[in-house]
């Protein structure tokens, strides 16, 4: 880490552009064109092909869903023009599509994901990848055997504001990071028909929410060397309310929360030794933060507008073009230790999924 008593006042922003701070954010546009097949037409799927439309040089070439007429109702809002499948065995053998997108529940992922793999398609999976390491495993090996870019969709990695604080943090403006703090709570009225509610569908405010605040842990600080999670279950018995501490080498620590049962602003703070950087809200989606330093000096970045998914879709057909099986930024590494958090926090709480 650089010491912040050796940097120039005046490399602080306000003085520094929005380009300056920006970090490491290839040009959404510069990014190869690919065609997208999106398997699953949710809400999820329908902002990531807003993106894609609006936002890069790729197109949404097909949608898939269980029906032909909901497959039709998503492609007219999200992707005009684009093949229409009654089933995800029609999408994955379009001859048109490079990459599909697996957007369906959790408890899906694994055999939807492997669906596509099969067909010869790289794939770009929802968070979780899976319900757990020992699935995402599987997947993997899929992926590697058969040559295929595999990646999960955290899209809040490639998100201009986290290349800035990360900038930041790297350039040593708040000196060496020894707490992070972050939630994502949602009120969610209890219904046990709804999905976050329902274990055969890998329910749960750990892996819907969670996997936010511990992402970011992750990203900043890496696998922890210690952890304890305490928190509460809903009737169904999935987690709904849960706070974890992440311990990490030397001292460090993470405080994170998440729940389905509270309404919270999904805020974080990112404190050093010599300053912190605060997130009001909306940590994980473009959004704005300030960096304020122990001589009272601070600055603050503001995230370009539009859809936060299109740097995830401008990364994968990135990778795709040169031949990668793995996103630098998020590789399979990643993806394993975040995956192995959940399980244990899951362990911890005595959440336990069909099947397993």
């Not at 023009?81 to 992922?109: C, K, M, Q, W």
């Not at 060397?225 to 709904?240: M, Q």
Request: net charge negative.
């Amino acid at each position: 880490m650089t010491d912040t008593a050796a940097l120039d006042p005046a490399t602080y922003a306000p003085r520094l552009t929005a380009a300056d701070l920006a970090g490491d954010v290839p040009d959404l546009l510069a990014a190869p064109p690919v065609r997208w097949g999106v398997l699953g037409a949710g809400n999820i799927a329908a902002s990531f092909s807003d993106g894609v439309r609006d936002r890069t040089a790729a197109q949404v070439t097909a949608v898939g869903s269980r029906s032909v007429e909901k497959a039709q109702e998503f492609a007219d809002a999200h992707a005009p023009g684009a093949h229409v499948h009654g089933s995800y065995e029609a999408l994955v053998a379009d001859d048109d599509v490079d990459v599909v997108y697996v957007a369906t529940p959790h408890s899906h992922h694994l055999e939807h994901a492997l669906l596509a793999i099969a067909a010869g398609k790289h794939v770009l999976v929802e968070k979780p990848i899976t319900r757990s390491v020992a699935e995402a495993r599987v997947l993997l090996d899929a992926a590697r055997d058969a040559g295929v870019f595999c990646m999960e969709a955290v899209w809040t990695r490639f998100l201009p504001h986290v290349a800035a604080l990360r900038a930041a943090i790297a350039r040593g403006e708040i000196g060496e990071v020894r707490t992070v703090i972050a939630d994502f709570d949602v009120l969610f009225p209890y219904d046990p028909t709804h999905r976050l509610f329902a274990p055969e569908l890998a329910g749960g405010a750990l892996l819907d929410l969670g996997i936010y605040p511990i992402t970011l842990a992750h990203d900043l600080l890496g696998a922890p060397e210690s952890f304890v999670a305490r928190g509460t279950l809903a009737p169904t018995g999935v987690d709904d309310h849960v706070g974890m501490i992440l311990g990490y080498p030397g001292g460090a620590q993470a405080l994170l929360h998440t729940s389905s049962t509270a309404r919270g602003d999904a805020g974080a703070r990112i404190i050093g030794t010599r300053g912190r950087i605060e997130i009001p809200r909306g940590f994980f989606t473009p959004t704005s933060f300030e960096v304020l330093h122990d001589d009272g000096t601070s600055w603050t970045y503001t995230s370009p507008a539009g859809e936060g998914k299109a740097y995830e879709a401008a990364e994968v057909a990135r990778c795709v073009a040169a031949g990668l099986t793995q996103s630098p930024r998020m590789p399979w590494s990643d993806t394993l230790e975040v995956l192995g958090i959940l399980d244990e926090a899951r362990a911890q709480l005595g959440v336990v999924y069909p099947g397993e």
